[in-house]
């Protein structure tokens, strides 16, 4: 299957190289050098995942970034000059599901595209796993609360199985990593907090309050069997 990568940076020498080296890797490559040439391609649809550099000449890459999120699911990695970890983070927040600092190894950036697009397949399995009131589909990929469904990045979902199918069970960030099997996660980086942050905020009733996605201090996250 060949995947088709919508790249949205204005440096055009990138652009060009990224265009070559994820061509050569059998991806197809669409770019676009502005903000509005992205959300113009974007709106064609077609895109199987976006990388998306934060530094445009017409667009502010963060708002493009929950721009895009509002509308659908399509896996983003971030690209910045910054290498400001709050970037990540807030990034991470609007809805990206990794970021990369430059400079970058191209091949960094092949193996984390290629991460991204595994966990937008995902598992296929048969059964709806039912807590309470919250439902996770992992075939459909899709998480309802009350049979309604609630907005998650492909990484987020994965996250959130993973917690779900070890119910009960406390999982230290490493042990989250392993069962991820994700390269772009860091055991006291801040983005499993922020992934665990934005979890809350779709599935719980009260996001500071959670019942559903504790935190057990000083050894990780449990996921609650029992719910109502």
């Known amino acids: ?11 055009p020498r990138l652009a060009e190289m990224l265009r070559s080296y994820l ?14 040439a992205a959300m113009a391609a974007h709106g064609r ?13 017409d667009a502010d890459g963060l708002q493009l970034c929950r721009e895009i999120r509002s509308k659908d699911d399509t ?5 910045t000059a910054r290498g400001d970890a709050m970037d990540r983070v807030i990034g991470l927040e609007m809805g990206a599901d990794d970021y990369l600092p430059k400079p970058f190894e191209p091949r960094e950036l092949l193996a984390r595209l290629k991460a991204i697009l595994r966990r ?5 399995a048969a059964d709806v796993m039912r807590y309470g009131r919250l439902e996770i589909d992992p075939g459909a990929r899709v998480v309802r609360l009350d049979g ?3 907005p998650l990045t492909s990484h987020q979902f994965d996250l959130l199985l993973v917690l ?19 390269e772009n996660l860091e055991a006291f980086d801040r983005s499993i907090d922020v992934h665990v942050s934005r979890i809350r ?16 201090r000083g050894a990780g996250y449990v996921f609650a069997k029992a719910q109502d």
């Not at 896996?75 to 690209?79: C, K, N, S």
């Not at 779900?164 to 989250?176: F, Q, T």
């Not at 905020?201 to 057990?216: F, G, L, M, S």
């Open 1 to 11: 299957m060949t995947h088709r990568i919508l790249l949205v940076e204005d440096d």
């Open 23 to 36: 061509g050569d890797a059998g991806f197809t490559v669409t770019h676009a050098a502005n903000g509005a």
């Open 45 to 57: 649809g077609g895109a199987d995942a976006i990388v998306l550099d934060l530094m445009l000449p």
């Open 75 to 79: 896996p983003i990695l971030m690209l």
């Open 120 to 124: 937008g397949r995902g598992e296929r």
């Open 148 to 150: 309604e469904d609630r």
């Open 164 to 182: 779900a199918k070890r119910a009960g069970r406390v999982m230290s960030r490493d042990a989250i990593m392993n069962e991820l099997k994700s």
């Open 201 to 216: 905020a779709a599935i719980e009733d009260d996001a500071k309050n959670p019942r559903r996605v504790i935190t057990v």
